[in-house]
């Protein structure tokens, strides 16, 4: 296993608070839960370098189950099925049931899912980018591919850190996926039950706070969950999607609480490693905080103990209602010490160490802003954190995203988890320049409005099939207006969501807007929105709940309104000029 050399950045050690809500130490001690021995056994075993569900417990499974047993969703890639799928028109493919699953289904080990309700025979493809690091040149090849596809063809940064491009067509993913490797992208496993792009810190290597660059550990992530972009089938049959991120400041820019697997920089015995947090999850029908495996590692074992957690979720996750298939569920029935003590079984040496009590993210901590001009560790170098409208980028975007990048930059540019992008490695002389530029005046502006600059929002219904409102252009909307009726004096983040599947994160916002559909004041159905309250992110970060549920969107202003003056400190346009 590689091992690095790691130099991080922080406060003394004796100068950090102890205590925080969210730590990886446990606060009591676990309730142990008695499991029965025959629970314990493996659910899937290898067969042909694939791991399939053993026949004993297939009853009672999942459709998506059953799509996999009947064909390995990645014998798509690493037995290149995908060629001749290819060839098929779209018409053809729905004649059978086989193919119809390829599309709908197993496509997704691809990182591509048909929009079949809104744009049939178009795909979107979700690219691997770990800790959201990427290139002029692969900016640019993603540009060429979109533009191709005319007003079906766009781009999206997403709530982990990675691009999704739209408008694809079966009969050119060959020669995309060929593309993609030449400009060292890959879309495997990106989707369905697979581990989703590794998030890190947006600011690692150039923060002059930071506490460890997590780059080397996110890469290294990423090798592993594809095998280098080759397909790795140990880990890609799970119960469900997992999630993993590594922390590298004391900001959490990587929300570390929502995520399955979470890396919290610590000390122990005068070594480098990271506490582990466990479970953290968005779902229809339950949401859950992280909570501590009570276990550290090294830095060496960043890898073994993701293989050890993944593959005991793997062998003894639930399969059969899609509800209850994330890790967390799991960990609730088997109770943390025994889930723990599986994935101890699964370690090389069959050992894993109790957490630390030296943990390095400071617990008082004020999470910064990294849009704007900031300066670098790097002398001289400064990084420009842009806002990107709900993450919405199109083809012309890219190419000049990528021509900023490298003629003020390096030819480097950082995706964040908030569809925002920072170009880093600016020499401050060329900062003036890069100001002036049209495509910060016009479209993605380094000093944003204090709403508009924390605003997220998922594809919505205007491409993705479980959406059931419009969420991008109305989220700038409602925002537009809101702004015209109040001033607001500190951030507020505002996150909107189409559907229950919570991709934009409503939970974590000050505000979230959930769509759903209700009826109007004249009993009519329309579109709306379940309004979440009292999201949080950073050291006191946790989820937020219902404020009103059924809200129409039509009647949205009003009550955000309301919300910002009561809960915010807001105060009404009107008032604001009556005082001036």
């Known amino acids: 296993m590689s091992s690095f050399s ?6 003394p050690l004796s100068s950090l608070p102890q205590t925080s809500r969210l730590s990886a130490t446990p606060a009591v001690a676990p309730v142990l839960v008695e499991v029965d021995a025959g629970r314990l056994e493996p659910r899937v075993e290898e067969k042909d370098a694939y791991y399939v569900l053993k026949e004993k417990f297939r009853q009672g499974i999942n459709p998506q189950e059953k799509v996999k047993i009947e064909k390995d969703p990645m014998k798509l890639f690493m037995e290149d ?3 001749e799928l290819a ?6 493919i ?3 049931k086989l193919t119809k699953d390829d599309i709908d289904v197993r496509l997704k080990w691809l990182g591509l899912f048909h929009r079949r309700k809104h744009q049939y025979g178009r795909f979107m493809m979700r690219l691997k980018l770990p800790n959201g690091v990427t290139t002029s040149a692969q900016t640019r090849y993603l540009a060429s591919v979109i533009r191709k596809y005319g007003k079906d063809g766009c781009a999206d940064v997403t709530t982990r850190q990675n691009w999704q491009i739209r408008g694809v067509v079966l009969h050119d993913v060959p020669e995309i996926l060929r593309g993609l490797d030449e400009v060292g992208l890959t879309s495997l496993q990106s989707g369905m039950d697979n581990v989703r792009n590794p998030v890190g810190n947006p600011l690692a290597g150039i923060d002059p706070l930071e506490i460890i660059d997590t780059r080397p550990y996110t890469n290294l992530l990423s090798q592993f969950v594809t095998a280098n972009s080759r397909g790795n089938p140990t880990v890609a049959n799970l119960p469900r999607k997992w999630n993993v991120c590594v922390v590298g400041s004391h900001d959490l820019f990587e929300h570390p609480h929502i995520n399955d697997l979470a890396y919290m920089p610590a000390i122990k015995d005068g070594k480098f490693g990271f506490n582990l947090l466990v479970g953290g999850f968005f779902s229809p029908k339950r949401c859950a905080e992280a909570i501590p495996l009570d276990a550290w590692v090294s830095a060496d074992d960043v890898i073994p103990v993701c293989k050890a957690v993944l593959e005991a979720y793997r062998d003894l996750g639930f399969r059969g209602n899609r509800q209850k ?7 609730d029935e088997l109770g943390i010490e025994v889930f723990r003590s599986e994935a101890v079984k699964r370690m090389p040496q069959q050992e894993l160490e109790r957490a630390s009590t030296e943990d390095l993210v400071e617990k008082q901590w004020e999470r910064r802003d990294y849009l704007g001009i900031h300066p670098q560790k790097q002398v001289g170098l400064s990084y420009v954190g842009l806002h990107i409208p ?7 975007d890219m190419d000049e995203l990528a021509r900023l990048a490298d003629e003020y930059g390096t030819g480097e540019l950082r995706l964040t988890v908030e569809q925002n992008i920072i170009i880093p490695n600016i020499e401050n002389s060329k900062l003036k320049a890069l100001l002036e530029e049209p495509l910060l005046k016009e479209r993605f502006s380094p000093e944003p409005s204090i709403l508009m600059k924390g605003l997220v929002a998922c594809t919505g219904n205007q491409f993705c099939g479980q959406a059931i409102i419009e969420t991008k252009a109305r989220a700038l909307k409602v925002t537009e207006e809101v702004e015209r009726r109040v001033a607001v004096t500190r951030p507020v983040r505002m996150h909107w969501t189409g559907c229950p599947n919570t991709c934009g994160q409503v939970q974590v916002a000050d505000i979230g807007f959930l769509g759903c559909m209700t009826r109007d004041e004249n009993g009519k159905p329309c579109e709306g929105a379940d309004v979440f309250l009292g999201g949080r992110i950073g050291s006191d970060s946790h989820l937020g709940q219902v404020y009103k549920k059924a809200v129409p969107c039509k009647d949205l202003v009003p009550l955000v309104v309301d919300i910002l003056v009561n809960h915010f400190g807001a105060v009404s346009r009107e008032r604001e000029e009556s005082e001036d």
């Open 81 to 83: 099925g995908i060629q």
């Open 6 to 11: 790691v130099r991080f950045l922080s406060p």
């Open 94 to 96: 729905d004649k059978a």
């Open 325 to 331: 298939t994330r890790m967390m569920w799991l960990i």
């Open 390 to 396: 709900v993450g919405r980028v199109q083809a012309d």
């Open 87 to 92: 060839k098929m028109s779209i018409e053809e």
